[in-house]
């Protein structure tokens, strides 16, 4: 991908974000969120794009974003060449520290809920102008599909109420409900076993 399109789709998943609980609480400023959730995007689009898996739904309207099943911990290695080192400076140190704390809860929910070989649903948004189409769940099915196939789970968290429907309605359940600590939105990791 060339750095105006990973912009683009950096700024379409801020836009689809921006009201998401978990990262209104890493970037509570609403005036502030647009310019940190687009940093914050573009370094995991990129990395993706390296060491994962980016679908993409035509005309900008929505993307995923997916960690493979021999890639689902970021390295720092590759979190440098992906920009990660950046985000201190482009989202703001207070920011930054918050996802720092976002990240070290995630990952021990992650832990608990999955090991071994899986994928890593890192986040799927919709602009804003295009939801209730059902561009998310296209977007999702061939991931999914190929998880089916290599008979492999799939992991996601979220932090939004609404979103539990659509994973429930595509195999995915809850497999830990929790809170961001100790100030946070309501958290839940979810564990989609693979389809035979």
């Known amino acids: 991908m060339t750095r105006p399109d990973i912009h683009a789709v950096a700024a379409l998943m801020a836009r689809a974000f921006a009201d998401d609980p978990m990262l209104t609480w890493v970037v509570p400023d609403p005036a502030a969120r647009p310019r940190a959730l687009t940093a914050f995007f573009a370094a995991h689009i990129r990395y993706a794009a390296r060491y994962g898996r980016l ?88 991931a999914l599909e190929q998880a089916d196939r290599d008979r492999l789970p799939c992991y996601l968290e979220t932090a939004g109420p609404r979103t539990l429907t659509l994973y429930e309605r595509l195999g995915f359940r809850v497999a830990i409900p929790g809170r961001l600590p100790p100030d946070g939105p309501p958290f839940w990791s979810m564990l989609r076993p693979a389809k035979r």
């Open 55 to 142: 679908d993409l739904a035509p005309e900008g309207a929505g993307a995923a974003i997916w960690l493979g099943p021999d890639d689902t911990r970021m390295t720092l290695p590759r979190m440098a060449r992906a920009g990660h080192l950046l985000l201190p400076a482009r989202m703001g140190i207070a920011a930054w520290r918050q996802l720092l704390r976002m990240d070290t809860y995630a990952q021990r929910q992650h832990d608990r809920t999955v090991s071994g070989r899986h994928w890593y649903l890192y986040g799927v948004g919709v602009d804003p102008r295009h939801t209730g189409r059902g561009i998310a769940t296209a977007l999702l099915r061939p």
